[in-house]
């Protein structure tokens, strides 16, 4: 991609299912967010954790994630809802 286009960057979706050729054609890599496929249910466990709607004090990652995880009396994530524009 470099030698054709360029390309000194590139972006792909965590949920992807074509992201391992991303692995072929890139040297770092980084993840500013993590999507998932809503394709099954999962049973993670978090026993301390504490799921709720976000408060305008929270710190979120983005200052905008409706919902925050909580453990310990710190929030250690935060996200919402991805939809098409």
Do not use: K
């Amino acid at each position: 991609m470099l030698a054709a286009g360029g390309a000194t960057e590139l972006e792909a979706q965590t949920n992807n299912l074509m992201l391992p050729m991303l692995y072929d054609c890139a040297g770092t890599i980084t993840a500013g967010n993590i999507l998932f496929q809503d394709v099954s249910r999962t049973e993670l466990a978090c026993p301390r954790g504490h799921f709720r709607g976000a408060l305008p004090a929270d710190r979120r990652s983005d200052g905008e994630a409706p919902w925050v995880i909580e453990a310990d009396g710190a929030i250690v994530g935060d996200g919402g809802w991805v939809t098409a524009a």
